[in-house]
Nanobody, 123 residues
């Protein structure tokens, strides 16, 4: 049974930082691209960042480029999202997701999802 478990969410003031973690189990982690998505209140779930199975290539939404960094540790079956210079518009539930092989941007391409972790940024 595949499980993705996010942690590291919380409340922070604008300009602050948070690091999200996602622990994966039940899948061949190093064969899966990983993505971070978020859903803000009243909005659809959108991609934030994604990383290839090897970690050699990444994708970022324009809204987070230069502020967020995605990384992975295949030895530990972990993926991370370092979020710096946080803004109130970053407030959302953040989800970790996995799909076999290559990166895709759309959420429908991802096979496995975590339960989400809340990030709240106050001004």
């Amino acid at each position: 049974q595949v499980q993705l478990v996010e942690s590291g969410g919380g409340s922070v003031q604008a300009g602050g930082s948070l690091r999200l973690s996602c622990a994966a189990s039940g899948l061949h982690f190093s064969s899966h691209a990983m993505g971070w998505f978020r859903r803000a209140p009243g909005k659809e779930r959108d991609i934030v960042a994604a990383i290839t199975w090897s970690g050699g290539s990444t994708y970022y939404a324009d809204s987070v480029k230069g502020r967020f960094t995605i990384s992975r540790d295949n030895a530990k079956n972990m993926v991370y999202l370092q979020m710096n210079s946080l803004k109130p518009e970053d407030t959302a539930v953040y989800y970790c997701a996995a799909r076999y092989q290559d990166i895709k941007i759309g959420s429908l391409w991802y096979d496995y999802w975590g339960q989400g972790t809340q990030v709240t940024v106050s001004s």
